[in-house]
């Protein structure tokens, strides 16, 4: 059983920064793809950045430019930098992660609230 536990979120004015951690507690060196999702109010799960295995990356469209995904091996950790914040990027965030042979695991989320 792997396990994601986020951390780094709080409020925000609009324009300001936050910046995402996910701790796995399984190494990252060999997962497959891993990132993170959002869900916020009334709406449905979402993409936000993910990366492959292979370097390949994606964000969805509405944080394109603005959020940058990362990660460091070594700390097992998975980071997302959020810049120029809106209201509308208010949401629970979720880390998420695939290995092959262990299949898909889900963080508990962390709450980003961005105030007009």
């Known amino acids: 059983q792997v396990q994601l536990v986020e951390s780094g979120g709080g409020l925000v004015q609009a324009g300001g920064s936050l910046r995402l951690s996910c701790a796995a507690s399984e190494s990252i060196f060999s997962v497959e793809n891993m990132g993170w999702y959002r869900q916020g109010p009334g709406k449905q799960r979402e993409l936000v950045a993910t990366?492959?295995?292979?370097?390949?990356?994606n964000y969805g469209d509405s944080v394109k430019g603005r959020f940058t995904i990362s990660r460091d091996n070594a700390k097992n950790t998975v980071y997302l930098q959020m810049n120029s914040l809106k209201p509308e990027d208010t949401a629970v965030y979720y880390c998420w992660g695939y290995w092959v042979r262990r299949g898909n695991y889900w963080g508990q989320g962390t709450q980003v609230t961005v105030s007009s």
């Open positions: 990366f492959a295995s292979g370097g390949y990356t």
